[in-house]
């Protein structure tokens, strides 16, 4: 019996969440005027908290409380995955450029690789191995394109971007324990409310600097909050659940494409060859890295939005 593909609604709803997590970059960048990087988490995730509070109130199936012990690594692994990651991301927005911050985060898959293959001692095939090092020169494409076009404030926000990819692996390898028996919604809201709880402790740092946001800069923090942590991670795990998790993942590398059309359509960057180059290189990387998940669909994604990680995004695979 053949196995019928993804149906039209689920690919859109795919393509729908790699379209709301790439731009999170470009209206994380045009906040930053008005708003501090810690505060804009600190808002984005208490409100996507409190919003994935009452859906799971309403669910109709509603989950059973986790015990203790995996409580507190959903609250690590949140901690992690969206406190630590979205500081470095946000900080390195501020530093960097958007763009370079879309084509960076295409190498996150590939990190978790290299994490689940240190910690967990995964299998590491030569496809993968190669993508690896491929994606590996795309980045330092991007980085070094950035030092010489941007200086050592923009290099420094490359820099700060890849790290956060060391801590999106961690959370990816985190919650593949912390979220086992566990549905989607519940482990994703118990995650953000660690998330949120760490950016708020964090934005009183800014506390000096806090003033009320314009109307642009309300949508654009709601648009974050909504789409972005929200909506992206629902629309997901809808097409998850009627593709192959290779399918999905494939589609989630039209973040990077996206992005930089982000960054160049809502903030008038300018995309310079050598990070095109980059950008390409990295894609391809990431591309190759895919190779033996399309022929077995058993490893589940993890995304700027997935709640089972095993490739880069949010909550469960924020960005």
Request: proline share 5%; hydrophobic share 50%; with cysteine.
């Amino acid at each position: 019996m053949h196995e019928r593909g993804p149906g039209v609604r689920a690919v859109v709803a795919v393509v729908a969440a790699a379209l709301f997590w790439s731009s999170s970059y470009a209206v994380t960048k045009r906040l930053l005027d008005d708003v501090g990087p810690l505060s804009i988490g600190a808002i984005r995730f208490t409100l996507a908290a409190l919003l994935l509070g009452v859906m799971v109130r309403l669910s109709r199936r509603r989950p059973a409380r986790p015990d203790v012990r995996q409580r507190w690594q959903l609250y690590l692994s949140g901690f992690l995955g969206i406190t630590v990651y979205f500081i470095l991301e946000n900080v390195g927005v501020d530093l960097s450029t958007a763009s370079d911050a879309s084509l960076i985060v295409a190498t996150y898959p590939l990190m978790t690789m290299l994490l689940e293959l240190v910690v967990l001692r995964a299998r590491m095939p030569l496809p993968r191995l190669a993508g690896v090092l491929l994606a590996t020169v795309g980045a330092f494409l991007v980085v070094r394109n950035g030092a010489q076009v941007g200086g050592s404030s923009r290099w420094a926000g490359d820099v700060l971007l890849l790290l956060g990819g060391l801590a999106w692996a961690g959370y990816n390898v985190l919650g593949k324990r912390a979220s086992a028996g566990r549905d989607a919604l519940s482990v994703t809201y118990y995650q953000t409310l660690a998330g949120a709880g760490g950016f708020l402790a964090a934005s009183l740092l800014e506390a000096g600097e806090w003033r009320v946001p314009d109307p642009t800069a309300s949508v654009l923090l709601v648009h974050l909050a909504v789409a972005c942590s929200v909506g992206g991670f629902l629309l997901y795990n809808y097409g998850l659940r009627r593709m192959a998790s290779s399918v999905a993942v494939n589609i989630l590398n039209l973040v990077p494409v996206f992005g930089v059309i982000g960054a160049v359509v809502i903030n008038g960057e300018t995309v310079r060859p050598a990070q095109a180059v980059g950008g390409a290189v990295i894609v391809a990387g990431v591309a190759l890295g895919m190779i033996e998940r399309g022929r077995g669909a058993t490893a589940k994604p993890g995304g700027p939005g997935a709640a089972v990680p095993a490739a880069p995004g949010v909550a469960g695979e924020a960005r």
